[in-house]
Protein backbone atom coordinates (compact mmCIF):
# COMPACT_ATOMS: atom_id res chain seq x y z
CA UNK A 1 0.00 0.00 0.00
CA UNK A 2 1.66 3.55 -1.09
CA UNK A 3 0.84 6.78 -2.13
CA UNK A 4 2.88 9.66 -3.20
CA UNK A 5 4.76 10.36 0.39
CA UNK A 6 4.46 6.71 1.95
CA UNK A 7 4.79 3.35 1.69
CA UNK A 8 2.87 0.41 4.03
CA UNK A 9 4.91 -2.93 4.10
CA UNK A 10 4.96 -5.51 6.41
CA UNK A 11 7.72 -5.33 9.09
CA UNK A 12 11.05 -7.25 8.94
CA UNK A 13 14.17 -8.38 11.32
CA UNK A 14 15.61 -5.19 10.46
CA UNK A 15 13.15 -3.12 11.83
CA UNK A 16 13.10 -4.48 15.35
CA UNK A 17 15.65 -1.68 16.51
CA UNK A 18 13.61 1.47 15.93
CA UNK A 19 10.40 -0.49 16.83
CA UNK A 20 12.08 -1.03 20.54
CA UNK A 21 12.98 2.49 20.77
CA UNK A 22 9.31 3.75 19.92
CA UNK A 23 7.83 0.86 22.32
CA UNK A 24 10.37 2.23 25.17
CA UNK A 25 9.93 5.92 24.44
CA UNK A 26 8.84 7.79 27.24
CA UNK A 27 6.26 10.39 25.06
CA UNK A 28 4.90 7.01 23.29
CA UNK A 29 4.49 4.54 25.35
CA UNK A 30 2.68 6.86 28.31
CA UNK A 31 -0.72 5.41 26.29
CA UNK A 32 -0.35 1.68 27.04
CA UNK A 33 -0.04 -0.94 29.12
CA UNK A 34 3.47 -0.64 31.20
CA UNK A 35 6.24 -3.21 29.61
CA UNK A 36 9.34 -4.82 31.15
CA UNK A 37 12.62 -4.26 29.41
CA UNK A 38 12.85 -6.86 26.58
CA UNK A 39 16.29 -8.60 25.94
CA UNK A 40 17.24 -9.08 22.14
CA UNK A 41 15.94 -12.89 22.08
CA UNK A 42 12.59 -11.70 23.32
CA UNK A 43 12.35 -9.24 20.89
CA UNK A 44 13.47 -11.88 18.11
CA UNK A 45 10.28 -14.25 19.77
CA UNK A 46 7.92 -11.42 19.30
CA UNK A 47 8.17 -11.02 15.87
CA UNK A 48 8.79 -14.37 15.06
CA UNK A 49 4.99 -14.09 16.76
CA UNK A 50 3.85 -11.41 14.68
CA UNK A 51 5.39 -12.98 11.18
CA UNK A 52 3.38 -16.64 12.03
CA UNK A 53 0.41 -15.26 12.98
CA UNK A 54 -2.71 -15.70 10.61
CA UNK A 55 -5.10 -13.33 12.65
CA UNK A 56 -2.64 -10.57 12.84
CA UNK A 57 -0.58 -8.17 10.93
CA UNK A 58 2.00 -5.72 11.91
CA UNK A 59 2.74 -2.98 9.01
CA UNK A 60 6.16 -0.51 9.15
CA UNK A 61 5.35 3.09 7.69
CA UNK A 62 8.06 4.43 5.49
CA UNK A 63 8.93 7.66 3.97
CA UNK A 64 9.42 6.95 -0.10
CA UNK A 65 11.72 9.66 -0.31
CA UNK A 66 13.92 9.05 3.51
CA UNK A 67 13.22 5.45 3.75
CA UNK A 68 12.99 6.86 7.60
CA UNK A 69 10.83 4.74 9.26
CA UNK A 70 7.90 6.50 10.69
CA UNK A 71 5.45 4.63 12.67
CA UNK A 72 3.82 1.44 12.44
CA UNK A 73 -0.45 0.10 12.39
CA UNK A 74 -0.90 -3.17 14.09
CA UNK A 75 -4.34 -5.28 12.70
CA UNK A 76 -5.30 -7.55 15.05
CA UNK A 77 -7.60 -10.18 15.79
CA UNK A 78 -8.87 -10.58 11.87
CA UNK A 79 -12.20 -12.31 12.17
CA UNK A 80 -12.95 -13.34 8.68
CA UNK A 81 -15.83 -14.97 9.95
CA UNK A 82 -17.92 -12.17 11.86
CA UNK A 83 -15.92 -9.68 9.19
CA UNK A 84 -14.17 -7.53 11.52
CA UNK A 85 -10.73 -6.97 13.16
CA UNK A 86 -8.88 -3.98 15.65
CA UNK A 87 -6.71 -1.21 15.13
CA UNK A 88 -3.59 0.26 16.10
CA UNK A 89 -1.62 3.23 15.05
CA UNK A 90 1.72 5.05 16.62
CA UNK A 91 3.75 7.47 14.62
CA UNK A 92 7.22 6.74 16.70
CA UNK A 93 9.21 8.78 14.59
CA UNK A 94 7.77 12.64 16.64
CA UNK A 95 9.12 14.71 13.37
CA UNK A 96 6.38 13.17 11.56
CA UNK A 97 4.03 14.44 13.87
CA UNK A 98 0.47 16.64 12.74
CA UNK A 99 1.51 16.33 9.35
CA UNK A 100 -1.48 14.20 8.47
CA UNK A 101 0.89 11.43 7.43
CA UNK A 102 -0.99 9.05 10.56
CA UNK A 103 -4.44 9.75 8.53
CA UNK A 104 -3.39 9.02 5.05
CA UNK A 105 -1.65 6.03 6.22
CA UNK A 106 -5.14 4.70 8.19
CA UNK A 107 -7.09 5.72 5.20
CA UNK A 108 -4.96 3.34 3.01
CA UNK A 109 -5.13 0.13 5.60
CA UNK A 110 -8.81 0.75 6.52
CA UNK A 111 -9.76 0.88 3.09
CA UNK A 112 -7.78 -1.82 1.91
CA UNK A 113 -9.75 -3.86 4.63
CA UNK A 114 -13.15 -2.60 3.59
CA UNK A 115 -12.75 -3.17 0.06
CA UNK A 116 -10.29 -5.82 -0.54
CA UNK A 117 -10.49 -7.48 2.76
CA UNK A 118 -13.96 -7.42 2.83
CA UNK A 119 -14.13 -6.45 6.51
CA UNK A 120 -17.07 -4.96 8.02
CA UNK A 121 -16.40 -3.60 11.27
CA UNK A 122 -12.88 -2.24 12.57
CA UNK A 123 -12.50 -1.71 15.93
CA UNK A 124 -9.97 -0.13 18.57
CA UNK A 125 -9.14 1.11 22.29
CA UNK A 126 -7.37 3.73 22.98
CA UNK A 127 -6.83 5.34 26.53
CA UNK A 128 -9.87 7.72 27.48
CA UNK A 129 -6.86 10.27 28.82
CA UNK A 130 -5.37 10.19 25.49
CA UNK A 131 -7.43 12.84 24.00
CA UNK A 132 -5.48 13.30 21.32
CA UNK A 133 -5.77 10.26 19.57
CA UNK A 134 -9.74 10.00 20.70
CA UNK A 135 -10.03 13.09 18.86
CA UNK A 136 -8.47 11.68 16.08
CA UNK A 137 -10.10 8.53 15.89
CA UNK A 138 -13.36 10.72 15.84
CA UNK A 139 -11.91 12.71 13.07
CA UNK A 140 -11.53 9.68 10.96
CA UNK A 141 -14.67 8.74 11.46
CA UNK A 142 -14.57 5.99 14.48
CA UNK A 143 -17.43 6.48 17.17
CA UNK A 144 -17.34 6.30 20.74
CA UNK A 145 -19.30 3.01 21.94
CA UNK A 146 -18.27 2.70 25.70
CA UNK A 147 -15.48 2.95 28.41
CA UNK A 148 -13.75 -0.61 29.06
CA UNK A 149 -13.53 0.42 33.06
CA UNK A 150 -10.16 0.10 34.81
CA UNK A 151 -8.68 -2.05 32.34
CA UNK A 152 -5.02 -0.70 33.02
CA UNK A 153 -2.87 -0.12 35.88
CA UNK A 154 -0.70 3.26 34.92
CA UNK A 155 0.95 5.51 37.04
CA UNK A 156 -0.37 3.91 40.57
CA UNK A 157 -4.23 4.36 39.24
CA UNK A 158 -6.54 1.92 37.16
CA UNK A 159 -7.40 3.73 33.71
CA UNK A 160 -10.03 2.86 30.99
CA UNK A 161 -10.30 2.35 27.49
CA UNK A 162 -12.82 3.92 25.08
CA UNK A 163 -14.11 1.61 22.55
CA UNK A 164 -14.63 2.90 19.12
CA UNK A 165 -15.93 1.33 15.75
CA UNK A 166 -16.25 2.28 12.19
CA UNK A 167 -18.49 0.63 10.23
CA UNK A 168 -18.19 0.44 5.79
CA UNK A 169 -21.04 1.90 5.79
CA UNK A 170 -20.57 4.79 7.68
CA UNK A 171 -17.23 5.82 6.20
CA UNK A 172 -16.52 9.32 6.38
C1 LIG B 1 -2.71 9.31 17.50
C2 LIG B 1 -1.60 9.61 16.51
C3 LIG B 1 -1.37 8.40 15.63
C4 LIG B 1 -2.03 10.82 15.64
O1 LIG B 1 -0.96 11.18 14.80
P1 LIG B 1 -0.82 12.63 14.12
O2 LIG B 1 0.49 12.68 13.44
O3 LIG B 1 -1.09 13.66 15.15
O4 LIG B 1 -2.04 12.57 13.10
P2 LIG B 1 -2.33 13.48 11.82
O5 LIG B 1 -1.23 14.45 11.57
O6 LIG B 1 -2.69 12.59 10.69
O7 LIG B 1 -3.63 14.26 12.21
C5 LIG B 1 -3.60 15.04 13.36
C6 LIG B 1 -3.78 16.52 13.01
O8 LIG B 1 -2.97 16.96 11.94
C7 LIG B 1 -3.79 17.66 10.98
N1 LIG B 1 -3.22 17.55 9.64
C8 LIG B 1 -3.69 16.84 8.61
N2 LIG B 1 -2.93 17.03 7.52
C9 LIG B 1 -1.95 17.89 7.89
C10 LIG B 1 -0.84 18.47 7.21
N3 LIG B 1 -0.59 18.20 5.92
N4 LIG B 1 -0.02 19.29 7.92
C11 LIG B 1 -0.28 19.56 9.22
N5 LIG B 1 -1.31 19.03 9.90
C12 LIG B 1 -2.13 18.22 9.24
C13 LIG B 1 -5.09 16.96 11.11
O9 LIG B 1 -6.12 17.72 10.57
C14 LIG B 1 -5.17 16.84 12.61
O10 LIG B 1 -5.47 18.09 13.12
P3 LIG B 1 -6.44 18.36 14.35
O11 LIG B 1 -5.54 18.98 15.38
O12 LIG B 1 -7.46 19.28 13.86
O13 LIG B 1 -6.99 17.04 14.80
C15 LIG B 1 -0.27 10.02 17.24
O14 LIG B 1 -0.53 11.06 18.15
C16 LIG B 1 0.41 8.87 18.01
O15 LIG B 1 1.19 8.11 17.44
N6 LIG B 1 0.15 8.77 19.33
C17 LIG B 1 0.78 7.74 20.17
C18 LIG B 1 0.21 6.36 19.91
C19 LIG B 1 -1.27 6.33 20.17
O16 LIG B 1 -1.78 6.93 21.10
N7 LIG B 1 -2.01 5.59 19.31
C20 LIG B 1 -3.47 5.47 19.45
C21 LIG B 1 -3.90 4.22 20.12
S1 LIG B 1 -3.83 2.87 18.98
Same mark, same amino acid.
Given at each position: ????? /?? %??? #?????? @??????????? =??K??SP?????????????????????????????????????? /?? %??? #?????? @??????????? =????????????????????????????????L????????????????????????LFIDNK?Q?????????????
Open positions: MKNKL /IT %IRS #IEEKDL @NVIQSWNFDEE =TSYFRLPISSNEQKKWFEGQVNSPSKKKLIIEDNQTKELIGM /IG %IMN #IDHVNK @NCEVGITIGNH =TYLGKGIASSSLKLVVDFLFYQMNMHMIYLTVENNKNAVKFFEKFGFRKQGLLHDIYSYVWMNLIKENQK
